[in-house]
């Protein structure tokens, strides 16, 4: 069946005439701060002490906005007769939010977790050199990351967690035996006559 002439227009001026009816909210920002999903993505902040300079994130940004410089030191052996090994430090971590399209690919390819989400927003500038924020700047955005949800307690414990817990009661067990052991060796139980054996020559 054809639609009838003018319907469009009649349905457009409904939605028009509905929407007049209610009454409007008007946001007073920035007085009134937005309330943000928990999962808004606004700048993205550097827990450097986990960055091992993988380079990982760098290499899979699309937008190549992701700055790292490091150099080479050497660590001294930890044993006498070991090998010395070398690390990376962090030289320069800078995004450039001009580029950046908050994919979230960079923090989703971290394996030691050292990129995280805040959904703080407002760091608009004047200058686009701004807008490269290096490590201290991004070291201040951490701060502003929002704790984690909390687990339903019906879940299963992390793999992590549980191995930490064994390995520390493991811990504990062994330190235990051993204190037994010296308190065994520091203080020697006697050993008492059998009082239910009968003393020799005695018929």
């Not at 879940?155 to 930490?164: L, R, S």
């Not at 052991?181 to 009082?195: G, R």
Request: proline share 10%; glycine share 4%; with cysteine.
């Amino acid at each position: 069946m054809p639609p009838i002439p003018g319907s469009g227009l009649a349905k457009g001026l409904a939605v028009t005439l509905r929407t007049m009816t209610k009454r409007s909210h008007t946001a007073q920002y920035p007085e009134v701060q937005p309330e943000l999903p928990p999962r808004s993505r606004g700048v993205i902040g550097l827990f450097e002490e986990n960055c091992t300079v993988c380079m990982l994130c760098a290499r899979e940004c699309p937008d190549w906005c992701i700055y790292i410089d490091s150099h080479k030191e050497t660590v001294p052996a930890a044993a006498p007769g070991g090998r010395e090994r070398s690390r990376n430090v962090l030289d320069r971590f800078a995004i450039d939010f001009s580029l950046c399209m908050y994919c979230g690919i960079c923090i989703e390819v971290c394996p030691f977790d050292a990129l995280f989400w805040s959904p703080e927003f407002e760091y608009a500038e004047t200058d686009i050199h701004e807008l490269t924020h290096e490590r201290d700047k991004l070291r201040e955005w951490m701060w502003t990351v929002p704790a984690p949800p909390a687990l339903d307690p019906a879940a299963e414990e992390p793999k992590e967690i549980a191995a930490a817990r064994k390995a520390v009661e493991k811990a504990e067990t062994a330190a235990a035996a051993a204190a037994a052991a010296a308190a065994a060796e520091a203080n020697p139980a006697t050993t008492a006559p059998d009082s239910t054996t009968a003393p020799e020559g005695d018929a």
